[in-house]
């Protein structure tokens, strides 16, 4: 059984910073993309940003220089570094990735964790 676990959210300040994380385990033999996406309330969900295997990225354009995305391909975890931070930015990230097990290629999602950013 393959779980995605976020955690790193909280309350922040605007202008301030938060870095969420997200931990892959169970059967994997290999995870490709890593995505972190992100819903508001009464909005859908939307790509905040996305790393391949190889490390290559893209963001959001309302992110684009303030998170940076990374992941470490031995611990089977993904980050999210968010700075700059602002109300907009509020909302319930999810961990998103490709992994693929015995049973074949399949996306997989975290529970989520809330950001809250506050004037």
């Known amino acids: 059984q393959v779980q995605l676990v976020e955690s790193g959210g909280g309350l922040v300040q605007a202008g301030g910073s938060l870095r969420l994380s997200c931990a892959a385990s169970g059967s994997i033999f290999s995870i490709d993309d890593m995505n972190w996406y992100r819903q508001a309330p009464g909005n859908q969900r939307e790509l905040v940003a996305g790393?391949?295997?190889?490390?290559?990225?893209n963001y959001a354009d309302s992110v684009k220089g303030r998170f940076t995305i990374s992941r470490d391909n031995a611990k089977n975890m993904v980050y999210l570094q968010m700075n700059s931070l602002t109300p907009e930015d509020t909302a319930v990230y999810y961990c998103n990735a490709a992994i693929r097990t015995r049973s074949g290629l399949r996306d997989y999602w975290g529970q989520g964790t809330q950001v809250t950013v506050s004037l």
């Open positions: 790393i391949t295997r190889a490390g290559r990225t």
